[in-house]
């Protein structure tokens, strides 16, 4: 089991041309606070975004290296395969559309949302989060 | 024309230098044929590069000259309309594997923007900017209305969103070089192409920019075919500089369609998809079909004359621009009798006098209350 964050636009895209759709810096400090007393695993190339911290693990095999309690911060990989080991998901919305060709594979709907916030972004004006569990 | 902004020619040399080497070694996640395609001018140098600006002027001035040609000297010269496939369905195809046509040459650090001279249909060629802070708009978006490109016609339709078919597409979004009523980065652009295929790229340039204080090279070339005025299609490219491609690197070719509406590009007239009589309310060919206000109904019989009112009240309107109230909190725009907008809180509240359109680029969406 795990706990997933993923960002997406108007249409669950998440990537275009193996590239982010968008960032924002208040954003990734808004996960690293919501995360507090846990370790977050991502990719390399998500590592990027963030400022050093001990509780980030960077690993390209991060899925499978994560325990129960600990967060993954998912841009480019598919989460079919983990659908089952997902106890919670957050999702962040841009409010916004971008160029997408890869797009959230699993259905959030599948799952209860439990929270609803909304707040500014760097570079948006509103990122909502959606807090979904089993 | 071509605008500059200021940077010191020194501090250009050296990142130009840098680039070059980066991509010579193929650093980055650039397509290698791609970069081996450019090393040669790469290898040319720093020289070659300032050359290549100094001589611009008498570049721009034979490509103007040549009334064939559609496009800049900073145009694309490798694609092919026969490349892209049909539309089907989706409001843009990667073309060119997604690499973007720059070459060794454009990567700079100094923020420009070059719009080419309307050829000699009146219509525009290449738009070409290197995207950054400095570029983009400090102010709200001014009326567009005045401008009017090549094939436009004021019409609508109750199955395209917004009604109106036609809207005044910036070749580079205002978001990213705050262009206002500049006739060279305008063109007749379907309500499809606007949104749903060329602003997603503006969002995620934009977002970049501001996130990143980086530079995007960023290039529309409206696609003609003949002596058309209204384009097929646009060519968008973009490409993140100092991070060469790593955050923005894509080469599409978005679709001047509308879903449900046939369009013939040599003129702009419009008509139903499956609906055999041609034009739209610019010829008053198709009735029943268009959206019509009850002035219209009243003279529905003379067609001629229902045609006149419709293009002058929309004109009007057009110059005048309507009124909104703008919930700067939610980012919805209501009419001023929405019951609505009497429950805004004061401080979200802002007037606004525009088009729709305006403000649905500028992110805000319709009340669905009013429905404006």
Same mark, same amino acid.
């Given at each position: 089991?795990?706990?997933?964050?993923?960002?997406?636009?108007?249409?669950?895209?998440?990537?275009?041309?193996?590239?982010?759709?968008?960032?924002?810096?208040?954003?990734?400090?808004?996960?690293?606070?919501?995360?507090?007393?846990?370790?977050?695993?991502?990719?390399?190339?998500?590592?990027?975004?963030?400022?050093?911290?001990? #509780?980030?693990?960077?690993?390209?095999? =991060? !899925?499978?290296?994560?325990? /129960?309690?600990?967060?993954?911060?998912? $841009?480019? @990989?598919?989460?079919?395969?983990?659908?089952?080991?997902?106890?919670?998901?957050?999702?962040?919305?841009?409010? #916004?559309?971008?160029?997408?060709?890869? =797009? !959230?594979?699993?259905?959030? /709907?599948?799952?209860?949302?439990?929270? $609803?916030? @909304?707040?500014?972004?760097?570079?948006?004006?509103?990122?909502?989060?959606?807090?979904?569990?089993? | 024309?071509?605008?500059?902004?200021?940077?010191?020619?020194?501090?250009?040399?050296?990142?130009?230098?840098?680039?070059?080497?980066?991509?010579?070694?193929?650093?980055?996640?650039?397509?290698?044929?791609?970069?081996?395609?450019?090393?040669?001018?790469?290898?040319?140098?720093?020289?070659?590069?300032?050359?290549?600006?100094?001589?611009?002027?008498?570049?721009?001035?034979?490509?103007?000259?040549?009334?064939?040609?559609?496009?800049?000297?900073?145009?694309?010269?490798?694609?092919?309309?026969?490349?892209?496939?049909?539309?089907?369905?989706?409001?843009?195809?990667?073309?060119?594997?997604?690499?973007?046509?720059?070459?060794?040459?454009?990567?700079?650090?100094?923020?420009?923007?070059?719009?080419?001279?309307?050829?000699?249909?009146?219509?525009?060629?290449?738009?070409?900017?290197?995207?950054?802070?400095?570029?983009?708009?400090?102010?709200?978006?001014?009326?567009?209305?005045?401008?009017?490109?090549?094939?436009?016609?004021?019409?609508?339709?109750?199955?395209?969103?917004?009604?109106?078919?036609?809207?005044?597409?910036?070749?580079?979004?205002?978001?990213?070089?705050?262009?206002?009523?500049?006739?060279?980065?305008?063109?007749?652009?379907?309500?499809?192409?606007?949104?749903?295929?060329?602003?997603?790229?503006?969002?995620?340039?934009?977002?970049?920019?501001?996130?990143?204080?980086?530079?995007?090279?960023?290039?529309?070339?409206?696609?003609?075919?003949?002596?058309?005025?209204?384009?097929?299609?646009?060519?968008?490219?973009?490409?993140?500089?100092?991070?060469?491609?790593?955050?923005?690197?894509?080469?599409?070719?978005?679709?001047?369609?509308?879903?449900?509406?046939?369009?013939?590009?040599?003129?702009?007239?419009?008509?139903?998809?499956?609906?055999?009589?041609?034009?739209?309310?610019?010829?008053?060919?198709?009735?029943?079909?268009?959206?019509?206000?009850?002035?219209?109904?009243?003279?529905?019989?003379?067609?001629?004359?229902?045609?006149?009112?419709?293009?002058?009240?929309?004109?009007?309107?057009?110059?005048?621009?309507?009124?909104?109230?703008?919930?700067?909190?939610?980012?919805?725009?209501?009419?001023?009798?929405?019951?609505?907008?009497?429950?805004?809180?004061?401080?979200?509240?802002?007037?606004?006098?525009?088009?729709?359109?305006?403000?649905?680029?500028?992110?805000?969406?319709?009340?669905?209350?009013?429905?404006?």
């Amino acid at each position: 089991m795990m706990q997933v964050i993923v960002c997406v636009d108007d249409h669950g895209g998440m990537m275009f041309n193996k590239r982010r759709q968008s960032r924002d810096r208040v954003l990734c400090e808004y996960v690293m606070k919501l995360s507090e007393g846990h370790q977050v695993y991502m990719s390399a190339y998500s590592a990027k975004l963030f400022s050093e911290d001990d #509780r980030i693990i960077v690993s390209e095999n =991060y !899925l499978e290296e994560a325990s /129960e309690e600990d967060f993954c911060f998912v $841009e480019k @990989e598919s989460l079919k395969a983990y659908e089952d080991q997902i106890k919670k998901l957050i999702i962040f919305k841009w409010n #916004r559309v971008y160029p997408a060709d890869q =797009y !959230l594979d699993i259905d959030p /709907e599948k799952m209860m949302k439990v929270q $609803e916030e @909304e707040f500014v972004g760097f570079s948006h004006e509103k990122i909502t989060m959606e807090v979904y569990e089993k | 024309m071509r605008k500059h902004h200021k940077m010191k020619q020194s501090v250009r040399y050296f990142l130009t230098m840098i680039l070059c080497l980066c991509m010579l070694a193929g650093c980055g996640s650039r397509d290698a044929a791609q970069i081996s395609q450019t090393g040669n001018a790469a290898a040319e140098s720093h020289t070659e590069i300032v050359e290549t600006d100094k001589n611009e002027s008498k570049a721009e001035q034979t490509q103007a000259d040549d009334t064939e040609q559609q496009t800049s000297a900073d145009s694309p010269s490798d694609f092919d309309l026969a490349d892209v496939p049909d539309y089907s369905g989706d409001p843009y195809t990667a073309v060119n594997n997604n690499e973007p046509y720059f070459t060794a040459d454009d990567l700079t650090t100094e923020a420009f923007e070059d719009y080419s001279e309307l050829d000699s249909l009146g219509r525009c060629g290449t738009a070409y900017a290197n995207v950054c802070l400095e570029t983009m708009p400090t102010e709200k978006r001014g009326n567009i209305s005045e401008v009017k490109p090549t094939g436009w016609h004021s019409v609508k339709y109750d199955n395209v969103d917004g009604k109106s078919l036609y809207n005044r597409c910036h070749l580079i979004g205002y978001q990213l070089t705050a262009e206002n009523a500049n006739k060279e980065n305008l063109i007749t652009g379907t309500r499809y192409l606007n949104v749903d295929g060329m602003l997603p790229f503006e969002n995620m340039v934009a977002d970049y920019v501001k996130e990143t204080n980086n530079h995007v090279l960023y290039r529309v070339t409206p696609i003609f075919t003949g002596d058309n005025l209204v384009a097929d299609g646009v060519l968008m490219e973009g490409y993140s500089v100092e991070d060469e491609g790593d955050g923005i690197c894509f080469c599409v070719y978005a679709y001047n369609v509308q879903p449900g509406i046939t369009i013939d590009y040599a003129t702009g007239d419009s008509w139903l998809s499956g609906d055999g009589s041609s034009n739209g309310s610019n010829t008053g060919s198709s009735q029943a079909t268009k959206h019509e206000d009850e002035h219209q109904e009243e003279m529905h019989h003379d067609i001629a004359a229902q045609t006149e009112a419709y293009e002058a009240e929309t004109t009007a309107q057009e110059n005048t621009g309507t009124e909104y109230i703008l919930n700067t909190n939610t980012k919805k725009f209501h009419y001023p009798s929405c019951s609505s907008v009497k429950q805004m809180k004061d401080s979200n509240k802002q007037e606004f006098t525009g088009s729709r359109d305006e403000l649905i680029a500028q992110g805000y969406d319709p009340c669905k209350k009013c429905n404006p």
